[in-house]
């Protein structure tokens, strides 16, 4: 990747005139004079509806339903278009009403405002909330339009008691006029459908506009120049006066938005303000070494410090005053552009810990790319997998700093780490064939392609599995669970698996050391390098094999496939592989409590005590040493002695309503906690909070 110099940050050097731009894009009432109108050319209002389920007979006339009915408010594109104004949401519908205005040769305005009378505004519990987005348009109303432009709208009102709404969307105009004469906006309720009450009259919230009598006055010209003062972004002009470029020094820089629709950037100015920052962040193997370097300071990351990262081409501006709000924005170089341009990654509101107004113990808190696993390594840096672009991350979650990124061609799914060998193992989604390998010495991702023969009493047959998931052996070799999609009975004395399930293992090329177990519904395997155990487990159950060494021999040990509890969620294992923490809602034991059992890896139930918590378990570890457990329901964080199983400490989290632990692990470190949300694999982005690890110590190990 082509990275930024001085020499190229300083030919965007420009002179700028410093014009005071108050409250833009908010409310406004103003009595200035416009020199044109905007031509509306279209309105409309966009519906999202649940689709009536196709019902078709099967083989035996029996109905059945092709395919379940989508979430209402998860659409890209609108039901169907019609029209009367409404912007109200149901709930089971939602109604967006659009308008579209011509600014035919117009190129850019120095003043615009959006004048929108209301026919009619539905509150609920006294509010009508509604939001209104901007996107670029050709001038007609299309299904399509429903998902188009920023996703962060130009304005949040609550519309109880108005009878018309003045908008200034000078930016939100010329961000458009960038790429198009057609500006379009969209109105509807910002509640979603499931917080509507289906009880009061009428069952649906927002406002009807007027329909023909919207009104857009702008004045041609130069566009608003910001304030320097502050990262500062009024729909069009971003502006961030101070930014660290490890390696080359502290810059401003301005952006200006060129595709409102595809959310790109392009770099209009960049001037070199000071030197002395610190050469680019080490990466790759190099974040193992705890003792090479330091953590980032808490304190600077509290200001807010924008970085561009040398290493990946991305650019993090953690507080940007918009619509006097503070967002956090993410934005990626576009290799190879020249003016530079930038995609806009994420944007969103600015990442921290739980609210100042909620107890916690938490340190801070950060939303990341959507990853469906991570893996901790120094000083608050971890590796996770990006769902939206198919690549791997290196993210500093007190920072918000990205390291690398390692680009291929498809979803991280479930990491294991091989630290001496500086290897990641991957599975994907949707599941494949392929055994992916990153390479954290070069950078390089590989893969190959999982199968294995086996000769039966007169031929042989060759299976194909998808990789479900991994655990690293010995030596850099990888127990796998694996899926065979095709789930058919080669017959001839071949083994068969009814469900469809394999254990194998394989060395890093994907080739087999021993022939592959067919098993009956496990959802995940582990491995204890110490005592050579290998665990499966489903979501109720969990058996141990004894594993040789030496000759790869797996063998199961009698009595351990037994149940554990139901519906678990996570597996830790002690640093010296002699106690086993499975966290299940009701426990472990057939009489539902709150409690991890300290279950031996041979015999689970023979067991000295167990560790009790408030509610329902969600995630356990153990510290490096052994001494501790560390455990959460969500509601606290649990600091068990091993030993005596007593609560050392507890410490509240405060988690935001609807947040959802979905495992908590310890930094290489030893320094922080790190706590990672349940997310959807689909879902925009994923979240982290973080915890400094308090000085807690547990009775020493026998």
Not at 587 to 601: E, K, L, Q, Y
């Amino acid at each position: 990747m082509n990275q930024p110099s001085v020499t190229l940050l300083s030919k965007f050097v420009s002179s700028r005139i410093i014009l005071p731009v108050a409250g833009s894009l908010i409310l406004i009432s103003s009595n200035m004079a416009f020199a044109d109108f905007a031509v509306l050319v279209a309105e409309g209002v966009l519906v999202e509806k649940n689709p009536v389920e196709e019902v078709v007979p099967d083989d035996e006339n029996t109905p059945t339903v092709t395919s379940d009915p989508h979430i209402i408010g998860s659409a890209i594109n609108a039901s169907y278009v019609s029209t009367g104004g409404w912007a109200v949401t149901g709930a089971d519908f939602i109604d967006a009403a659009v308008v579209v205005y011509d600014f035919n040769l117009t190129g850019s305005v120095t003043q615009a405002t959006l004048t929108l009378p209301l026919e009619d505004v539905f509150p609920q519990n006294g509010f009508a909330d509604i939001e209104i987005f901007v996107y670029s348009d050709n001038g007609f109303v299309e299904f399509t339009d429903y998902s188009d432009g920023f996703s962060t709208p130009v304005a949040s009102i609550n519309a109880t008691g108005l009878t018309q709404i003045e908008l200034d969307v000078t930016g939100a105009v010329n961000s458009v006029l960038t790429s198009s004469r057609y500006v379009a906006f969209r109105v509807q309720s910002s509640l979603t459908p499931g917080s509507v009450s289906t009880t009061s009259i009428p069952a649906w919230t927002g406002v009807k506009l007027r329909e023909e009598a919207s009104l857009l006055q702008f004045t041609p010209g130069p566009a608003p120049i910001l304030p320097n003062d502050i990262a500062r972004f009024d729909g069009f002009t971003l502006q961030v006066p101070n930014i660290e470029v490890a390696g080359v020094g502290e810059a401003a820089i301005q952006l200006k938005v060129v595709d409102s629709n595809n959310l790109l950037f392009e770099l209009t100015f960049a001037e070199i303000t000071g030197a002395g920052v610190t050469p680019p962040p080490i990466s790759g193997t190099d974040l193992f070494n705890c003792s090479a370097f330091s953590p980032p300071s808490i304190t600077a990351v509290a200001s807010g410090t924008s970085t561009y990262s040398v290493n990946s081409g991305i650019l993090d501006i953690p507080s940007v005053n918009f619509n006097d709000e503070q967002l956090s924005f993410r934005l990626e170089y576009i290799e190879g552009t020249n003016p530079w341009i930038f995609e806009t990654l994420s944007i969103g509101e600015v990442q921290s810990g739980p609210a100042q107004a909620t107890i916690s113990a938490l340190g801070g808190g950060l939303i990341v790319e959507s990853t469906q696993d991570f893996i901790p390594l120094c000083h608050g840096w971890v590796l996770i997998g990006d769902s939206t672009r198919n690549r791997v991350v290196e993210r500093n979650l007190l920072s918000g700093e990205t390291g690398a990124t390692y680009p291929f061609n498809a979803i991280p799914d479930q990491f294991t780490l091989d630290r001496v060998n500086g290897a990641v193992y991957m599975t994907v989604h949707p599941e494949t064939e392929r055994l992916y390998r990153l390479d954290l010495n070069t950078g390089a991702i590989t893969s190959n392609h999982i199968s294995q023969i086996f000769t039966g009493i007169s031929g042989s047959h060759t299976y194909s599995w998808t990789l479900r998931d991994l655990a690293l052996g010995e030596n850099g070799d990888i127990f796998a669970l694996m899926f065979d999609n095709v789930e058919l009975d080669p017959g001839d004395g071949i083994p068969y698996a009814g469900d469809g399930l394999w254990l194998g293992l394989m060395d890093p090329s994907a080739n087999f050391l021993v022939p592959s177990i067919p098993l009956e519904l496990p959802v995940r395997v582990e491995y204890d390098n110490v005592l050579d155990h290998v665990f499966l487990a489903t979501e109720s159950n969990l058996a141990t094999f004894d594993f040789d060494p030496a000759t790869n021999a797996i063998t199961f040990i009698s009595g351990t496939d037994v149940a554990v509890g139901g519906g678990c969620t996570d597996f830790n294992i002690s640093p010296d592989g002699s106690r086993l923490a499975y966290s299940c809602p009701n426990g472990n034991r057939a009489t539902p409590n709150f409690s991890i059992v300290d279950m031996s890896p041979v015999s689970y139930f023979d067991s000295d005590g167990e560790w009790f918590l408030g509610s329902s378990p969600v995630s356990a570890t153990f510290n490096s040493g052994g001494t501790i457990l560390i455990a959460t329901d969500n509601e606290k964080l649990y600091f068990f002695d091993v030993v005596t199983h007593l609560i050392l400490e507890d410490f509240e989290l405060g988690l935001v309503e609807g947040e959802t632990i979905r495992k908590i692990r310890i930094s290489l470190d030893g320094q922080y906690l790190i706590l990672f949300l349940q997310n959807e694999v689909h879902d925009e982005s994923s979240k982290f909070y973080w915890m400094p690890m308090p000085a807690i110590f547990g009775t020493p190990l026998p």
